[in-house]
């Protein structure tokens, strides 16, 4: 089993920054794709980007040039640099972890909060 715990949200104004974390523990194959997922009120998860063990990142259009993803592999740890935050990202923002060949784990979920 391994376990998520995310951390970093929070209410910012339009235009401002947050940094989300995530670390991993218990059984962490270390080949794995870890990435971060949100869900904006009445709408569905969307993934918001990806990074792999060997560091191969995947950045959706509507985040790429202001969201950044990251990982320490000593730390099992993911973050996410926000940048330039709009309101249309206020989402439940949701960690995953995807070992090689396996099903992919989930952490319980940050609130990011984004006035204008």
């Known amino acids: 089993q391994v376990q998520l715990v995310e951390s970093g949200g929070g209410l910012v104004q339009a235009g401002g920054s947050l940094r989300l974390s995530c670390a991993a523990s218990?059984?962490?194959?270390?080949?794995?794709?870890m990435g971060w997922y949100r869900q904006p009120p009445g709408k569905q998860r969307e993934l918001v980007a990806r990074?792999?063990?060997?560091?191969?990142?995947y950045h959706a259009d509507s985040v790429k040039g202001r969201f950044t993803i990251s990982r320490d592999n000593v730390k099992n740890t993911v973050y996410l640099q926000m940048n330039s935050l709009k309101p249309e990202d206020t989402a439940v923002y949701y960690c995953?972890?995807?070992?090689?060949?396996?099903?992919?784990?989930w952490g319980q979920g940050t609130q990011v909060l984004v006035s204008s």
């Open positions: 995953s972890l995807t070992p090689v060949g396996g099903a992919t784990y």
């Open positions: 218990g059984s962490v194959c270390r080949t794995n794709v």
């Open positions: 990074i792999s063990s060997g560091g191969t990142t």
